[in-house]
């Protein structure tokens, strides 16, 4: 799908943030990879172990799983998971997040044609923020509205949406939204404005 295809109608364009603007394992893996070397660091594991096994985790059993597998296989301490979800939420990547090209050509064709852009996304707050930081916008930044879901009520509950277009003098008609999760999808239902899965532009 391009750009030229949306209804020229439409004044705003919702995104979510995590596998829609960027591959969120950018972003995982990274974090993996510190975490692992602080352990080698402090407690003299393998690393590159350790990360193959956050990663393989990841893949197989979800991102929820992955300092579990950590702690059964290495004997890690439960100290150390209060470490591991402070360098989650706070960590500084060596790399920028890049996002998906075919997004930056629909975020920067959306600039010119001088319409609104809204980054809605579930998922705590302060994390979500310390992603949106560190992805490389090619200044798109500026043009750039945030809303946390987590803040009114998560997604699918219509509430953000609501706030956005009560804040924002928008109505149904006008909005677009991009998604990746069933809750936006079931969310963008809910408030009645079209929807599109990031697979159709990517």
């Known amino acids: 799908m391009k750009y030229n295809e949306i209804d020229e109608r439409k004044k705003a ?6 596998n829609v603007i960027y591959p969120e394992k950018d972003y995982l893996f990274q974090v993996y990879y510190l975490f692992a070397s602080f352990l080698e660091y402090t407690e003299l594991f393998d690393a590159k172990v350790m990360t193959d096994l956050m990663v393989a985790t990841y893949h197989a059993e979800g991102k929820d799983r992955v300092f579990d597998k950590v702690k059964e296989k290495f004997n890690v301490e439960e100290k150390y998971r209060l470490n ?9 990547l ?3 997040l890049l996002i998906y090209q075919q997004v930056l050509d629909l975020l920067q064709e959306i600039v010119v044609d ?23 916008w090619r200044g798109l930044e500026q043009y750039l509205t945030c809303y946390f879901a987590e803040e009114t ?5 219509p509430d953000v949406i609501h706030l956005l277009m009560q804040e924002h003098g928008l109505e149904r008609r006008d909005l677009v939204m991009i998604g990746q999760s069933e809750e936006s999808k079931l969310c963008a239902e809910a408030v009645g404005i079209d929807y599109y899965n990031i697979t159709e532009i990517l």
């Open 84 to 92: 591991f979800h402070h360098l989650m939420h706070t960590v500084k």
């Open 114 to 136: 001088r319409k609104k852009i809204f980054i809605v996304t579930n998922g705590n707050p302060v994390l979500q923020l310390n992603k949106i930081r560190q992805t490389e």
């Open 153 to 157: 009520k998560p997604m699918p509950e």
């Open 94 to 96: 060596p790399l920028k």
């Open 13 to 18: 364009f919702i995104f979510e943030l995590d």
